[in-house]
């Protein structure tokens, strides 16, 4: 697959930032700044990026609680987002819904639920409305391994499948579902396979490799558009964090954990691109510099935005009635 | 003006919202052809002929998914009607009702709406038992963002429809399956639209108001009959719609008559009638002069002999006999 400089390096961009941002949001959380839950998403960076990149603006996306690589990709201004995730009135959100249940149709981001997998035949709705609007647009939907295992999946990919809507299934399997490991929740190995029993593809791809991601995502994306139906791409990837902040990972050893580091999906497409002389020592630093000004600055703006008021508890419940 | 019956009404209203806003569609089981005429009941009849299987989709058996499917399209620019064949079914159909379409604008912060209409057929009287005949508004009625609707006549089943699939909130619509068929009721042709939101006092008395939907309002009319052959006026107010609760109405109705049964087919414990009680011993206390009655169904499922549906419906008789503890 072809794919120019410039779209490598801006692939590298939001590697970088998905991975930083993470970083300095958990930092954050730590110190009580931030409201609602996080789960971080260091690790799978390939994932957001490879099927994210050259999403146009009325394709949706409908990411996990895990990551806010894709909001971001997908159009969300990270100040917004960070002051969402601070809780701000000017927030994703706005203090009434959480950052990571965050929506806008204005850039094809459908709001996902608390419930695992419940999102599932959401996406697949607005699939339904891009076909029966005779749109070209696709629906990419993003879930865990954990959440393959809900009834929704089987419900939504089956209807997906026998009404051929334009839309990708995107399986993070990091490998656990929380504390429980994918082989205590399936008899399985390969949750691709599942698509067989819904009549599509299903491709399974080295979730850390984010080249290899873009590949098989932007085939699944032509096919969708073109009318062929879904795919299920399963990404196999790991997260380095534990599920949440309150996780300490003991269900884990050290040394699983290391085996993984070792694979950075980030380090990985950097040495890749170093060899292929796009990147430099200079033009990583200058990467890093500028991503780290980028969310300090919307950091910065966040702490110095407005808290919610009480009242606005009440607000936006119905189109029509007020509280 | 000409009669209809209720499940004719409901079709009509249909026919015409899809004539009117290509973004209306039907998603669910068995929508299209069913027992020859859509559905189980023929709520659906004649609109796939008109309006073609693009926009009148028969589904898998998974509820969920049509529930949650008809959130994401709603999202997406579409006005989903949405079939649960049996409310029964509303339990598989719960989370995307409950958790999605309720929370979504919230989620949004206002920006965006859910334009989607869950209809689904309710109630007993059928002999359809346990998983069928059900009545589970009060389920829902705890869930702010949904507006719950639950019309009585077929006049209203249509004007309320049509209301609600112009609306720009999830609306669960309950259709009650016993009315279907057997209540023929002239109903206006074309444009007839009833807002949401806004109770209908289907007869005017000064001694007692019976509150009363669903297939309960046919018994309070009845109660309410046998009751003025014995002297006493009785007002009968149909609230027709759940969420959002027209207060204004029940609360002016009961401080005019000072005496109140409510009346619904679900059971009485836990059911929407002690939320209207509750209502009126807040707002109205001291316009009563005797207890608030309700009268409904059993705790107990709903029973397949006929010998025990009849013994747990609610009916007239019941009515009369509550009216009568009170008017001492």
Redesign the interface.
Known sequence: MQISDKDLLQMYRWMVLDRVFEEKTFDLLKLGKLVGFHHPNVGQEAVDVGTCYGLRKDD?IMPTHRGKGKYLMKGVDIKIMMAGMFGRRNGS??G??PAS?????SIGL??G???IG?G???????????K??KKDSVALHFFGDGASNR??FH??L??AG??KLPIVYVCDNNCYAMSVPQSCAMAIENIAIRAEGYGFPGIMVDGNDVLAVYEASQKAIVRARKGEGPTLIECKTYRWMGHSINDPGVYRSAEEVAAWKEKCPVRRFENYLREKKILNDAKVQDVYKKVNEEIEEAVHLAESSPLPLPEDTL???????KN | MREITFVEAVNEALHEEMARDERV?IFGEDVRVGYGKGGPFGATNGLAARFGP??V?D??I?E??I????????????R?VAEIMFSDFLALAM??IV??AA???????????VPVVFRMACGAGVGAALHHSQSPEAWITNV??L?VVMPSTPADAKGLLKSAIR???PVVFFEHKFLYSRLREPVPEGEHLIPL?KADVKRSGEDLTIIAYGAMLQQAMRAADLLNQEGVKVEVLDPRTLV?LDRETILQSVKKTGKVIIVHEAPTFGGFGGEIAALIAEEAFYSLDAPIKRVGAPFTPVPASPILENFYLPNAEKIVKAAKEIME
Do not use: C, F
């Open positions: 949706t959100g706005k009434r819904g249940h965050s929506g806008d149709n459908l709001a639920t608390g419930l419940s599932i035949p959401i996406s697949t709705g607005a699939a339904l409305a891009m029966l609007q009834g929704d419900e939504a089956n209807m026998v009404m607000l936006d419940v119905y189109a029509d009635l | 569609y693009e926009r989709i589904t898998p998974s969920s998914a529930a949650g499917t008809s959130v994401g399209a709603a999202l997406w620019g579409m989903p989370d995307h958790n999605s929370k979504m604008r919230y989620a949004y912060a206002g920006e965006a709406t702010p963002g507006k609306d720009d909130n939101g959002p």
